[in-house]
């Protein structure tokens, strides 16, 4: 039943956007299966990729298949794969590893240095197929819908970074209400803090951010300061635990001064270059910093889907579905920047 060719999204030329394409369907190897997409996310990296910014230009080779947020089915199994089976819903890890470096050999599999991802450095999800390797698949349960299968990637960065330092009974400060932010929000109150708030100076994404999750405490910090809701909330020092999203100098600055003594930061925002940082106030202030990259394999994996089934709800992050015939209006919706997460439809 595998066709020949297959709809694909790629940047097939070094200018801007992404064409629909037809494509060969990927053969697998004996180590991997092939898996029939059902649904898709927008990345803010498939964003640099359609605009084709300094950074997509000197890290993707061309012509490229890109996206690495899906849900889907697998259709083919390769001769060596055991666990899995035709017909398995699934997601999946989009870091493909090797399994000779240092931190892979002791397990560490999301730090090794070797990481290729799929959509950027090898063709993607952005396809009706997808090959992958066993390795990677993640199956969903039953009560875990192909949408939010679709979402397993960013919840993977927000529960990765929330789930860096222990929450409970913390107040955590989270800054950059984009779709992350405001998941790692999500997974904060899930995972027992007292006050959780959310910074950012873009309206519709903190009103966002109180949609997804109503019991959020939201700031404008063009508009309010942080030192004023530390006392509204009757916080003695500041908070214990910051979630750093935005990659804006100033929220770290802002978060720096807000924390309590010996606080700790985990950092998944990327600032744009090199950007001045206050180091003798974080020395002083005995501050911890952590820097997120990915997921855990597997174990993010493990504990956000353990998460899903027990009451954690980012259904609500989501606020856009498209077909795939109408990418060019999701990918519109994402650039916006008054979207959620947008997920398209390649069934
Ligand atoms: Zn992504």
Redesign the pocket.
């Known amino acids: 039943m595998r066709p020949n060719t297959m709809k694909a999204l790629e940047k097939s030329r070094p200018e801007e956007g992404l064409w629909m394409v037809q494509a060969p369907v990927p053969e697998i190897n004996a180590d991997e299966v092939l898996i029939r997409i059902n649904k898709t996310?927008i990345?803010?990296?498939?964003i640099h990729i359609w605009n084709w910014d300094d950074w997509a230009a000197a890290t993707v080779p061309i012509p490229m298949i890109t996206g690495?947020?899906f849900a889907g089915e697998i259709i083919e199994i390769g001769r060596n794969v055991t666990g899995l089976e035709i017909g398995q819903r699934c997601s999946g890890e989009?870091h493909l590893i090797t399994t000779d470096s240092r931190q892979s050999r002791a397990g560490k599999f999301h730090l090794d240095p070797g990481t290729r991802g799929i959509g950027v450095n090898e063709q993607g999800a952005f396809a009706q197929y997808l090959k992958l390797p066993a390795f990677n698949v993640v199956p969903l349960p039953d009560d875990v819908p192909d949408e939010i299968g679709a979402i397993l990637?960013?919840l993977g960065?927000a529960v990765h970074t929330a789930l860096s330092f222990d929450l409970l009974g913390e107040d955590v400060l989270i800054t950059g209400a984009g779709p992350i932010g405001i998941m790692a929000a999500a997974v904060a109150r899930h995972a027992g803090a007292r006050h959780v708030v959310i910074t950012d100076i873009n309206p519709d994404r903190l009103t966002l951010a109180e949609h997804v999750v109503p019991t959020l405490r939201t700031v404008d910090v063009s508009r309010e300061d942080l030192q004023d809701v530390i006392a509204e909330l009757g916080m003695k020092e500041g908070f214990d635990v910051g979630l750093e999203m935005s990659g804006s100098q100033i929220a770290l600055d802002q978060m720096v001064e807000a924390l309590v003594m010996g606080g700790k930061i985990a950092l998944l925002g990327i600032p744009p270059g090199k950007s001045p940082v206050d180091w003798s106030r974080i020395v002083f202030k005995a501050i911890t910093i952590k820097g997120v990259y990915g997921r855990e394999m597997f174990e993010t994996w493990y504990k956000m889907i353990a998460m899903l089934q027990n009451g954690l709800d980012v259904s609500r992050v989501i606020t856009h579905r498209f077909g795939i015939d109408d990418f060019a209006q999701g990918f519109a919706a994402m650039k916006s920047g008054q979207s959620g997460k947008v997920v398209l439809d390649w069934t």
């Open positions: 996310g990345c803010g990296t498939d690495h947020e989009g990637d960013p960065n």
